[in-house]
C-alpha cells in the first residue's frame, strides 16, 4: 500500500491513501517522515519511499517551473 503524507496533526499523520484522506497514529509511521514524503506501508509501519518522494518532488519542480516560466 502506498501512499502521501498531507500533515501532520497532533499525534497523526494524515496520509493520502488512493485519494482517501486517513488519519494514521504516529505509532505506526517511522521517524523522519514529512509532509509531502511517498510512503509505503512495511510490517505495519509507514516508512519513506524515497525514491518516489524524489521523482515527486522533481515532477513538482518541472510544473513549477513551466507555470512561472516566462513566454
Given at each position: 500500500?502506498?501512499?502521501?503524507v498531507d500533515r501532520i496533526e497532533g499525534k497523526y499523520y494524515v496520509i493520502e491513501i488512493?485519494?482517501?484522506?486517513?488519519?494514521?497514529?504516529?505509532?505506526?509511521?517511522?521517524?523522519?517522515?514529512?509532509?509531502?514524503?511517498?510512503?509505503?506501508?512495511?510490517?505495519?509501519?509507514?516508512?519513506?519511499?524515497?525514491?518516489?518522494?524524489?521523482?515527486?518532488?522533481?515532477?513538482?519542480?518541472?510544473?513549477?517551473?513551466?507555470?512561472?516560466?516566462?513566454?
Amino acid at each position: 500500500m502506498t501512499g502521501i503524507v498531507d500533515r501532520i496533526e497532533g499525534k497523526y499523520y494524515v496520509i493520502e491513501i488512493a485519494g482517501v484522506m486517513t488519519d494514521v497514529p504516529q505509532s505506526k509511521v517511522a521517524a523522519g517522515v514529512k509532509p509531502g514524503h511517498a510512503v509505503v506501508q512495511q510490517k505495519g509501519v509507514w516508512v519513506t519511499d524515497a525514491t518516489a518522494t524524489k521523482e515527486r518532488e522533481s515532477r513538482i519542480k518541472r510544473l513549477m517551473k513551466d507555470v512561472w516560466a516566462d513566454e
